[in-house]
């Protein structure tokens, strides 16, 4: 079904909301946002706890034109240079961490977390120094996603990270770029808070999902062994089949029709990304990994003016962790002691253990 009302979805704050699942109505809704609004505290038709909330006050949740100024802003600092630059640390940290990795450790732990959080210091160019109090920061920021009041841990990892971004001299790093922009301090400080937590999990979640993917499938694994042309491919492929953000959310601006469907104002529409993904009107053989299926128009960096500004990274690490992974991790690999829980946006790998043959 393509539309449908949600009651589960029903939540404190919401009177209703619209589920969506086709790939169609995906794209339509996240590429018409005069009527699909990202601004949650505007079109909401319920209150929204929101006051310390950066997201709430970050570009994800506006709309143009303010979007539009902002995105240019963090553009100028944010480019494909950016990422080419950070390629050699990502590559360096990659093969540090591999290098400790044994059958008994957590991936998660010893891999998959620590990457990202390591290529998001050294772009927001955070020093040595206080990189310990950067993953904690960035643990309890990301550990807000999905709560609906902000916790006390949350509101002091925010302050100390605006002391941080506002007072440190910015030597490397977007942070000089940004303050230099145009954006008000509180725009780099909430900008910084969203990178945290759109580029953390996502990223930790599709180094998880690649791992899985390819320890359940070994022939991909011995092919991309025999052709590493296939790792693009390969991660676009995991996206398409465990997209690391489910779905996403917009606010009906005025009442209309979707699919045939009508909706009032101020609904909640909830677009599930994960669902369009496996939509058979555009996925032959949708729910089948396939390394090498060419086109691939997965919808799960988003679509439309909030597409994800950190898929060229995201892209890059993966590839570089897959590359390096392919080095030093032989063989077959088998995956143990899986560890899940529930989320908002699908279900969280929280450990596992990797064994490959020596
Ligand atoms: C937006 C997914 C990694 C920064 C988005 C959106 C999606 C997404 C679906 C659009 C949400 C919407 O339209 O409501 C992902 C996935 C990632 C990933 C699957 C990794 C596998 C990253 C990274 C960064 C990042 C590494 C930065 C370091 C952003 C930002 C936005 C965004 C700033 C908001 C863009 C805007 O509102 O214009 N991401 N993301 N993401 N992402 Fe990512």
Same mark, same amino acid.
């Given at each position: 079904?393509?539309?449908?009302?949600?009651?589960?979805?029903?939540?404190?704050?919401?009177?209703?909301?619209?589920?969506?699942? @086709?790939?169609?109505?995906?794209?339509?809704?996240?590429?018409? $946002? /005069?009527?699909?609004?990202?601004?949650?505290?505007?079109?909401?038709?319920?209150?929204?706890?929101?006051?310390?909330? #950066?997201?709430?006050? @970050?570009?994800?949740?506006?709309?143009?034109?303010?979007? $539009?100024?902002?995105?240019?802003?963090?553009?100028? &600092?944010?480019?494909? %240079?950016?990422?080419?630059?950070?390629?050699?640390?990502?590559?360096?940290?990659?093969?540090?961490?591999?290098?400790?990795?044994?059958?008994?450790?957590?991936?998660?732990?010893? +891999?998959? $977390?620590?990457? #990202?959080?390591?290529?998001?210091?050294?772009?927001?160019?955070?020093?040595?120094?206080?990189?310990?109090?950067?993953?904690?920061?960035?643990?309890?920021?990301?550990?807000?996603?999905?709560?609906?009041?902000?916790?006390?841990? +949350?509101?002091?990892?925010?302050?100390?990270?605006?002391?941080?971004?506002?007072?440190?001299?910015?030597?490397?790093?977007?942070?000089?770029?940004?303050?230099?922009?145009? =954006?008000? #301090?509180?725009?780099?400080?909430?900008?910084?808070?969203?990178?945290?937590?759109?580029?953390?999990?996502?990223?930790?979640?599709?180094?998880?999902?690649?791992?899985?993917?390819?320890?359940?499938?070994?022939?991909?694994?011995?092919?991309?062994?025999?052709?590493?042309?296939?790792? @693009?491919?390969?991660?676009?492929?995991?996206?398409?089949?465990?997209?690391?953000?489910?779905?996403?959310?917009?606010?009906?601006?005025?009442?209309?029709?979707?699919?045939?469907? #009508?909706?009032?104002?101020?609904?909640?529409?909830?677009?599930?990304?994960?669902?369009?993904?496996? /939509?058979?009107?555009?996925?032959?053989?949708?729910?089948?990994?396939?390394?090498?299926?060419?086109?691939?128009? $997965?919808? @799960?960096?988003?679509?439309?003016?909030?597409?994800?500004?950190? &898929?060229?990274?995201?892209?890059?690490?993966?590839?570089?962790?897959?590359?390096?992974? =392919?080095?030093?991790?032989?063989?077959?690999?088998?995956?143990?002691?899986?560890?899940?829980?529930?989320?908002?946006?699908?279900?969280?790998?929280?450990? =596992?253990? =990797?064994?490959?043959? %020596?």
């Amino acid at each position: 079904m393509a539309v449908f009302s949600n009651p589960a979805r029903r939540d404190r704050r919401q009177t209703s909301s619209v589920f969506i699942t @086709s790939h169609a109505l995906v794209d339509e809704v996240l590429t018409t $946002h /005069d009527v699909f609004s990202s601004d949650e505290i505007r079109y909401s038709a319920s209150e929204v706890p929101h006051r310390d909330n #950066p997201v709430l006050h @970050s570009m994800s949740a506006m709309d143009p034109p303010r979007h $539009h100024e902002l995105r240019r802003m963090v553009g100028r &600092a944010f480019t494909p %240079r950016t990422v080419d630059d950070l390629t050699p640390s990502i590559e360096a940290c990659a093969l540090d961490l591999l290098d400790r990795l044994t059958p008994a450790s957590d991936f998660v732990a010893e +891999f998959a $977390h620590p990457l #990202p959080i390591a290529t998001l210091a050294a772009l927001l160019g955070v020093s040595d120094a206080r990189r310990a109090d950067f993953v904690r920061w960035t643990d309890v920021i990301t550990s807000f996603f999905g709560q609906p009041e902000a916790r006390p841990d +949350f509101v002091t990892a925010v302050a100390e990270l605006r002391d941080y971004l506002l007072t440190v001299p910015a030597a490397d790093g977007i942070i000089a770029g940004l303050r230099e922009s145009g =954006l008000s #301090p509180d725009e780099v400080v909430d900008f910084a808070a969203l990178l945290l937590i759109n580029g953390h999990e996502t990223t930790k979640t599709l180094l998880v999902n690649t791992v899985l993917c390819l320890a359940g499938h070994p022939a991909a694994l011995a092919e991309l062994r025999t052709d590493a042309g296939h790792i @693009s491919g390969t991660i676009e492929e995991v996206l398409r089949l465990r997209p690391s953000a489910g779905g996403t959310d917009r606010f009906t601006t005025r009442a209309g029709t979707l699919g045939g469907q #009508p909706f009032a104002a101020g609904e909640r529409v909830v677009v599930s990304m994960a669902a369009a993904n496996r /939509d058979p009107a555009v996925f032959s053989e949708p729910n089948t990994f396939d390394i090498r299926r060419s086109p691939n128009p $997965h919808l @799960s960096f988003g679509h439309g003016i909030h597409f994800c500004l950190g &898929a060229h990274l995201a892209r890059r690490q993966a590839a570089v962790a897959l590359r390096t992974m =392919l080095d030093r991790l032989p063989g077959r690999w088998t995956v143990d002691d899986v560890v899940t829980r529930d989320s908002p946006v699908g279900t969280d790998v929280l450990s =596992l253990r =990797l064994t490959w043959s %020596r």
